[in-house]
């Protein structure tokens, strides 16, 4: 009997792609057809002739050598195989309707997750009508809309003796950062070691802002290896952005490898996995940390809870 095929296409946002990649080949028990939606796989100008010459036809005629490229390289994996079981796609608003419309066509069964909120992401709203089952992480979007309510997941449960951090954070340079320097030093203030560690394309930036809690980092830090961040702390310091419901994957990240966590987010308390010895909620007014909360071990969750985050059991859940 033939192996059932998945199709499952992403883009590559920050090596995201690669964590679920190894999910669906470890897990779910199909062929997995990988291709990206933002890029061609090894596009390369063959010398500095093929560059000017591709500037000139920009410019001319509104043609681009590395866009035909990317559409030749996507069309060409997607149509390896006639047909597939599955389709799982990330961020479906970069594909137009018409290769939407193409590649369920091809499905048996066609899901999409919208890993962030429609009000963040134009153009997301409009792909929903090509798939049978639609996730989302936002709350509020899937009551408006009628989606699966999603969560995330841990993919990691290593541990490390004697971390350098009592409480740290990583993150980019963003609009939160006012609220995470009020953060920090407060902590501090309680003689904790409290750090941060944020990335930005402004190599200048270092120089221009000094903070004994802050470092800057100037390449960006794939998925995939950020938790090796957060294996040294403690505690994981979690900043919600301003328009954001759902939980990032630092709740997650926590939970597998079972470390403490503080989090701007208040809808943290609707999810089964919360517990406040585990989880501490900074609010506005917040002006420390509890030392009761700073003082008990983390408390295990049942392994009904833990084991349902598990990324072997997302990937279960989400192609059943």
Request: hydrophobic share 30%; with cysteine; net charge neutral.
């Amino acid at each position: 009997m033939d192996k059932k095929r998945l199709l499952y296409i992403a883009p590559d946002h920050y090596s995201f792609y690669k964590v679920i990649l190894e999910g669906f080949q470890k897990y779910s028990q199909h062929e997995v057809q990988f291709v990206y939606s933002n890029k061609s796989e090894n596009f390369k100008y063959k010398n500095i002739f093929e560059r000017v010459y591709n500037f000139f036809l920009k410019t001319f005629t509104g043609k681009n050598i590395k866009k035909l490229y990317k559409e030749q390289y996507f069309e060409k994996k997607v149509n390896e195989y006639k047909k597939y079981d599955i389709v799982y796609i990330n961020r479906p608003d970069i594909l137009s309707d018409e290769q939407l419309d193409s590649i369920t066509s091809k499905c048996d069964k066609s899901i999409v997750y919208y890993w962030d909120s429609f009000e963040k992401i134009d153009g997301q709203f409009e792909t929903m009508k090509y798939f049978d089952k639609v996730y989302s992480f936002d709350k509020f979007d899937c009551e408006k809309y009628g989606m699966i309510k999603g969560h995330n997941f841990f993919y990691v449960t290593e541990t490390i003796n004697n971390p350098q951090y009592d409480v740290f954070f990583l993150g980019t340079y963003d609009s939160r950062f006012e609220n995470l320097i009020s953060i920090l030093e407060k902590i501090n203030n309680q003689g904790i070691n409290v750090h941060a560690t944020l990335f930005t394309y402004d190599v200048n930036l270092s120089k221009e802002i000094k903070h004994k809690n802050i470092s800057f980092i100037h390449k960006i830090v794939p998925f995939n290896e950020a938790y090796t961040f957060n294996l040294n702390t403690k505690i994981i310091l979690d900043i919600q952005h301003d328009t954001q419901v759902g939980l990032s994957f630092r709740p997650y990240e926590a939970m597998g490898l079972k470390k403490k966590l503080i989090t701007t987010n208040p809808h943290i308390k609707e999810y089964d996995f919360y517990n406040p010895k585990n989880i501490f909620i900074w609010e506005k007014d917040t002006q420390e940390i509890p030392s009761d909360f700073l003082n008990s071990p983390y408390e295990e969750l049942p392994e009904e809870i833990y084991n349902k985050y598990k990324l072997e059991n997302w990937v279960k859940t989400i192609l059943s």
